[in-house]
């Protein structure tokens, strides 16, 4: 209705003249769940874990939570008999005591960005991790509307059970809200092998888990094996690195003292030895640093380009060496389609490439591929952020026309760009709204208005087949 002046005057209208528009949702903001040195003091009212915080760079989490626990098992052996390589390294397990910091540095080594931390405990000795802290994170993070992947680096060190019912719990929450997807590793066995203990079939252990509700269920994850090392350097401190040096003559110098006694005296060999620790891999899960690639590919490319083919920085080869035909049995599952996306190492090209981009619905044709369902998952959020708007208008073809236009224009933008296939928008998509195509009357009595949307979203080209033929020799 035309507004009523009482006063003479000159009075300014704005007439709204451009359509409603969509801005896309963030795409890659993982919520890290784990262990941290400190926890920040903010809750919400019934929460047992402190609140999460957004951060953007490793130097802010080490405000809000510190780093981690000094490591307590490395021992350093000089032995300037032998020429070539004279120190030696050692640590009881290639692994740190709590994966969350080291995994945060390789999360933005590899171009990660914003994060949530969800600090579900303080650090002890390494026996408080438990399933039940992760769930409670899990339960946090629920209410955190823009968290779209989702990562639990120390729960590795769960049982293999726990870790796989775990894994159900955030698929069950990606399946339930709808805006968000589930990143793991395979979980690895590090009981020795041998005196009669057979080899670990950690991957049979992987697919013979539970880890969705129903099996569609599993194109809301993703899970990469091996295990990688990394250029990651261990917290430590130098009262508990034991260190013996034997001198060129046979003559033990330092016999397994703490390091820390060389420094007056031999502080030469202090040197050497804090430079060999700095030369030791940590051995780390993959799953951290290809989150970090894909917030790379998503600000560099667009959220449909598969997060694949990419090398992982700071990462000094893969724990196991995997070739194409080991791969064939991890990439495609025949049995139940558990896709396990691998990191290879291709000579001259890198130490550690992702060389998969599958869901753990590998099988299937619709949402076998990552970057399908994490682009319908942009779209679905975006577009409904939007049509929010449009809450309590009334159900008729202006209403219609106006959310049509503004959808159709949106999806234009992504054909643009790339994510959709087809020589015109024709081709790449279509919105459907209105009475007799997408709704009865009764639709519109009991107030629903129902928008179909299609999208011919590019896919990977996984499988690229050269066809050679002899070119026989002709007049024309």
Not at 41 to 58: A, D, Q, R, V, Y
Not at 317 to 345: A, F, H, W, Y
Not at 457 to 464: G, N
């Amino acid at each position: 209705m035309p507004q009523e002046y009482k006063t003479p005057g000159v009075y300014i209208e704005e007439i709204p003249h451009l359509p409603p528009s969509i801005a896309s949702v963030e795409t890659a903001i993982p919520a890290f769940i784990g262990y941290t040195q400190k926890q920040p003091t903010e809750t919400e009212p019934g929460s047992p874990i402190p609140k999460p915080i957004k951060i953007s760079s490793i130097f802010e989490y080490e405000l809000y939570y510190g780093t981690t626990v000094n490591e307590k098992d490395i021992s350093v052996k000089i032995d300037l008999r032998q020429s070539s390589d004279p120190f030696t390294t050692s640590k009881t397990s290639n692994k740190p005591l709590y994966y969350m910091y080291y995994q945060l540095q390789m999360f933005y080594a590899n171009g990660g960005g914003d994060c949530y931390i969800v600090s579900v405990g303080t650090l002890t000795d390494g026996t408080n991790v438990s399933k039940a802290d992760f769930t409670n994170g899990l339960h946090e993070i629920e209410k955190i509307h823009d968290v779209t992947l989702i990562s639990m680096p120390d729960a590795v060190s769960l049982s293999s059970t726990d870790y796989y019912d775990l894994q159900k719990t955030a698929i069950d929450q990606c399946v339930d809200l709808k805006d968000r997807f589930n990143v793991f590793d395979v979980w690895i066995d590090d009981s020795p092998v041998g005196a009669g203990n057979p080899p670990h079939e950690n991957v049979t252990t992987m697919r013979n888990a539970t880890i969705s509700t129903e099996i569609e269920d599993r194109k809301y994850g993703a899970v990469y094996y091996p295990r990688i090392y990394t250029g990651v350097d261990y917290l430590y401190s130098e009262d508990n690195v034991i260190l013996t040096v034997i001198d060129p003559t046979g003559t033990t110098v330092i016999d397994a003292k703490p390091l820390t006694s060389a420094k007056s005296g031999f502080n030469n060999y202090y040197n050497m030895a804090k430079n060999a620790i700095a030369d030791y891999t940590m051995l780390l899960p993959a799953s951290p640093a290809v989150l970090g690639v894909y917030a790379t590919v998503d600000n560099n490319r667009g959220v449909w380009k598969a997060p694949a083919n990419v090398g992982l920085s700071n990462t000094i080869k893969p724990e196991l060496s995997i070739t194409s035909d080991k791969q064939e049995t991890l990439n495609v599952d025949p049995q139940d389609g558990k896709s396990i996306n691998v990191i290879r190492s291709f000579p001259g090209r890198g130490s550690a490439i992702i060389w998969g981009a599958r869901t753990l619905l590998g099988n299937d044709n619709e949402w076998r591929y990552i970057p399908v369902r994490r682009f319908f998952i942009m779209v679905e959020q975006s577009v409904k952020n939007a049509t929010e708007q449009f809450v309590f208008e009334p159900n008729d073809e202006n209403t219609w026309v106006r959310v049509k236009s503004m959808i159709q224009n949106y999806l234009t933008q992504q054909w643009r760009g790339g994510a959709l296939m087809g020589a015109s928008v024709k081709e790449a998509f279509f919105v459907h709204i209105g009475l007799g195509q997408t709704m009865t009357e009764v639709d519109i009595w009991e107030g629903r208005m129902i928008i179909q949307i299609g999208m011919a979203v590019v896919r990977p080209a996984e499988f690229i087949i050269l066809q050679f033929m002899h070119k026989m020799l002709s007049e024309s």
